[in-house]
């Protein structure tokens, strides 16, 4: 560990770190899990990436997000395969996969454009008709990506130099869903996501978002190579990614894309319109109940229309059985349109048998509903596809305390450690909360947080992320301040995220006003960010569907065991964009004075860390103005 750590750049003693990955080390060793609630600086990274290199065993290393995914594969590994190559007894592999989305498909790019691939190649093959579906924009992109890809070694959407539009790269790729496989495609032994498979069988440390290992769970273990150690990072989200994959989805779209297959090999005008009635049907039955959690079996009303899209599936399966073609080209896309249409079958079957133990809901918005339907409790299958099989790590900044019950690992076999952070929160920030506003909940708070707001951010001089729960919070307080304030005031609705976040650190007086999805996965260490504001305690909202279903199955202990470990989490979460390196020093306000009166707010406070805390805003204005000046 030592020997990895002062090889950084600006390397300095992290206690943390070492206690942390000598518990890692353990858990490996012993086939234990260890839950690490590990702090801001800790370095967990390294922490958990050099005992598994150590360990010699094939190793999954699931993210929560793409970008993290790329961190490990471009910057972490890399550096700690060079460092530690001549102290590890034997040579560490690594390998990035990905879902297929993610990768160039060289069959579609053969379609779209009329390339010719193979030697079965015939005159009428339709292999031109894709390109009149396309903008000029679009198919421009989709040009700049075809010469990208005959040069790329990954075909990786992510090493484009370019940010092309999901029009462009759908064009140009197929789903896990209808990918016929490699061995019944032209270009299979080309293939990139199939050469991302094969490096991932051969690595030692494969690193997937923790989505696709979702995937692979719901799949009966199909989709990764076999592992002996999981490691999952950013924890605290694995409740409600696991909810979402192993679930699914069913909406108008699902109906449209699979037409959309179809058309492309069966000339059949009536079977598409019966196909696109049946998403507009959905869209009928489902508009009402738009934020609704619906019953279990599914109401009669949204059973008939699911089960008149199940007869058109059939029917369409039974065209495409019919088609005989000896063209390449037109084969593959029969076989698409296959896959697709038995695995849009079986989602529809198993939406028309769901028992208790699922969740249906429409989520969406009004133009366009789709069905949800998602895992009660997402434990029983965590327990089946994870923990009875390997020895996993899972960390996070903030881990609830209640995480392990909620995930089904036992107290048995597993581990917790909570490692502090090394930063001195107590000398460096502070903790505002504004206990003289009035409720959220009442009509006079937008006005006197807006003061809150407009007196904190001048006592930085910008220098500020404004967060908000909800859009229109948001929405309000960017024209209050555009006219009360000088400084620049930057809204998450305006630009691309990355974009956003590159404009605000590039202009150090700058403020980015943002919603929740900005709570986590911003690093924007010095000056740039002084300030972190939040109007409220991010509880989960009340009549969202699937919670509201698992607050039911607690009865009495769901106030304590769902909403108040979430809002903790988030909050603390935001609370982490602040320091970020031992010099930052900065102020985060929270304008909810519940955080300072409700009987709860200990629970809240002891997930966050140990910064100074007042409820006077001239003494935390006086500490902006001494940093900042």
């Known amino acids: 560990m030592e020997i990895a750590t002062s090889a950084l750049p600006a390397a300095e003693a992290r206690p943390g770190q070492r206690q942390m990955a000598a518990a890692v080390e353990q858990a490996i060793a012993e086939g234990r899990h260890l839950v690490v609630q590990a702090g801001t600086g800790t370095g967990k990274t390294i922490a958990y990436l050099v005992p598994a290199m150590l360990a010699g065993k094939r190793t999954v290393v699931a993210t929560a997000t793409k970008a993290l995914q790329d961190q490990l594969a471009t910057k972490d590994l890399p550096f700690l395969v060079e460092t530690l190559s001549d102290f590890l007894e034997h040579e560490v592999s690594w390998a990035v996969l990905k879902g297929r989305r993610n990768y160039v498909c060289r069959q579609r790019i053969a379609e779209v454009t009329g390339q010719v691939v193979g030697k079965d190649k015939r005159n009428d093959s339709p292999t031109l008709l894709d390109l009149d579906e396309f903008s000029a924009s679009t198919k421009h992109e989709i040009d700049r990506i075809v010469t990208w890809a005959a040069t790329s070694a990954t ?80 924890a605290h989200g694995l409740e409600d990614i696991m909810s979402d994959t192993v679930g699914f989805s069913i909406g108008e779209g699902s109906f449209t894309y699979f037409a959309g297959a179809v058309r492309r090999i069966l000339d059949d005008s009536k079977l598409q319109r019966e196909i696109a009635d049946v998403g507009l049907m959905l869209n009928e039955v489902l508009a009402p109940n738009l934020g609704n959690r619906l019953s279990a079996p599914l109401p009669a009303g949204v059973a008939e229309v699911l089960a008149a899209g199940r007869r058109v599936v059939g029917s369409t399966l039974d065209g495409l059985r019919r088609i005989e073609t000896k063209d390449d080209d037109s084969n593959q896309r029969k076989l698409r349109a296959q896959m697709l249409a038995t695995r849009l079958a079986d989602t529809l079957d198993a939406a028309l048998a769901i028992g208790s133990t699922f969740v249906p809901f429409v989520t969406g918005r009004p133009e366009r509903p789709k069905l949800d339907i998602a895992p009660l409790d997402v434990a029983p299958i965590l327990r089946q596809g994870i923990w009875s099989k390997h020895p996993s790590i899972l960390t996070s900044a903030t881990i609830p305390t209640n995480l392990p019950m909620r995930i089904g690992l036992s107290a048995d076999d597993t581990d917790m450690l909570d490692v502090e952070s090394p930063f001195d929160y107590a000398e460096n920030s502070m903790l505002y909360c504004s206990t003289s506003l009035p409720d959220p909940n009442s009509a006079q708070f937008s006005s006197q947080m807006h003061d809150e707001l407009f007196h904190l951010i001048s006592a930085a001089g910008g220098r500020t992320l404004a967060l908000f729960t909800s859009y229109r919070a948001m929405d309000a307080a960017v024209v209050e301040m555009r006219k009360r304030l000088d400084v620049t005031i930057l809204a998450q609705n305006e630009y691309q995220r990355g974009r956003l ?129």
């Open 155 to 234: 075909g990786d959407f992510a090493d484009l130099d370019f940010n092309p539009s999901e029009r462009a790269t759908s064009a140009v790729s197929v789903g896990s869903e209808e990918c016929p496989g490699a061995n019944r495609c032209p270009v299979g032994g080309s293939c990139f996501a199939e050469m991302a498979r094969a490096r991932a069988a051969e690595a030692e440390i494969i690193v997937v978002n923790t989505h696709l290992y979702g995937n692979h769970i719901a799949s009966d273990g199909a989709v990764l190579p076999e592992h002996d150690v999981v490691i999952v990072d950013e």
């Open 501 to 629: 976040v590159r404009m605000f650190s590039d202009d150090e007086t700058s403020c980015l006003f943002a919603t929740a999805s900005f709570f986590q996965g911003i690093d924007i260490p010095g000056r740039t960010l002084s300030l972190v504001t939040l109007d409220r305690i991010p509880f989960p909202r009340p009549d969202d569907p699937l919670l509201s279903a698992r607050r039911e199955a607690l009865g009495d202990r769901a106030f304590r065991d769902i909403d108040l470990p979430r809002a903790a989490t988030l909050l603390a979460q935001a609370t982490g964009r602040l320091i970020r390196n031992a010099t930052d020093r900065g102020v985060v306000a929270v304008f909810d004075p519940r955080l300072g009166t409700k009987g709860y707010r200990r629970e809240i406070l002891a997930a966050m860390p140990p910064m100074r805390r007042s409820t006077t805003r001239s003494e935390v204005e006086d500490f902006l103005r001494h940093i900042t000046r």
